[in-house]
């Protein structure tokens, strides 16, 4: 699978510099505009909010806008043009943007610019976690190996943390590429980091107050920057990056006794994923009338909802409302 990606990205490759010279013709009238890519909503919705009113001069693209997550995403002939063609190319940086360095550097824009997230994180950024219970403990375990690469998990947007971090970043970059909007673009940062900084002290508040500290995830977990912000505990039945869609009955008996061992009222499942295997759990466990709630990982967020005005601080402000009721 992966050598027919590869192949593929290769063709389109070889295809992207000539098509990128032909819509730069094509569109000369737009050259004066700054050009910004995005992956990601997180991304797409920082650079909007550092922009503020100086959204006339600048083109900016979000390449995942049609419901597709980050881990299944493949880049188009047209997403490569556009990221050639870019003056700034936002981008997670993690094993889902694998194909990310060949279109770097075959990039029809030789000043293009690029913020690699988890690159900017340095050694704050965090290992994918294998934690007890999780279904692919054991095969980790009997395939570990010394010389195997360290995979690190690539959600660091759900921490509102590194938001406002990775805000700044983009403030300066936009600070140095059109010095003469400088001021409004630090006054917007200023603005934003504030909204950021309250919505913690909000998720702090709740989760200091709750009367349970423990979530238990019937599903992937990406939230591990974010449970680490406030002292979450979790268990989950996979990684964060899992392809996997069903958990065999030892993982299933293992969160059902986690649910009532710790006397927990809620499972948790992320957007668009069924609630089978949590329910699964809650009819394991002793807690029958436990609940399933969605937390948003803001991995899909598409070209309508951002047009009905969702933002990265709405679903956040949504998160916050299940957290409270999960933890309690």
């Known amino acids: 699978m992966k050598n027919k990606t590869f192949t593929c990205l290769t063709l389109l490759l070889i295809i992207v510099p000539m098509l990128s010279i032909s819509c730069s013709k094509n569109n000369s009238a737009k050259s004066d505009k700054i050009k910004i890519v995005t992956t990601i909503f997180p991304e797409y919705e920082w650079v909007r909010e550092i922009l503020g009113e100086n959204k006339s001069h600048v083109e900016l693209t979000l390449l995942l806008d049609n419901g597709v997550d980050l881990h299944s995403y493949q880049p188009s002939v047209q997403d ?23 279109v770097l550097r075959t990039a029809h824009n030789q000043k293009l610019r690029s913020l690699n997230l988890l690159e900017a994180l340095g050694e704050n950024a965090k290992e994918e976690e294998i934690i007890e219970g999780m279904e692919c403990e054991v095969e980790e375990d009997e395939h570990e190996s010394e010389h195997e690469e360290t995979e690190y998990d690539e959600h660091v947007w759900l921490s509102l943390r590194n938001a ?95 649910l009532d061992e710790y006397q927990l009222n809620y499972v948790i499942k992320i957007e668009g994923s069924e609630d089978k295997i949590a329910r699964t759990i809650i009819q394991n466990s002793r807690q029958k009338n436990a609940q399933v709630l969605t937390l948003n990982s803001i991995q899909s967020v598409t ?25 309690n």
């Not at 490569?80 to 060949?102: H, K, M, Q």
Request: glycine share 4%.
């Open 303 to 327: 070209e309508k909802e951002k047009n009905n005005g969702v933002t990265y601080l709405s679903i956040m402000e949504d998160n916050l409302n299940v957290i409270k009721t999960a933890l």
């Open 80 to 102: 490569i043009a556009r990221i050639s063609s870019a003056d700034l190319f936002i981008y997670a940086g993690g094993e889902s943007d694998g194909w990310v360095e060949d």
């Open 164 to 258: 406002k971090f990775f805000s700044e970043k983009i403030t300066d970059l936009l600070c140095q590429m059109d010095s003469s909007n400088e001021k409004s673009y630090r006054e917007n940062f200023e603005v934003y980091a504030k909204k950021l900084d309250s919505l913690d002290a909000s998720f702090t508040s709740v989760v200091n107050a709750s009367q349970k500290k423990t979530l238990i995830f019937g599903d992937r977990f990406p939230f591990r920057y974010f449970t680490d912000d406030y002292g979450i505990n979790y268990y989950a039945a996979f990684v964060g990056c899992s392809a996997e869609t069903e958990a065999s009955f030892k993982t299933i008996a293992f969160l059902s006794q986690k």
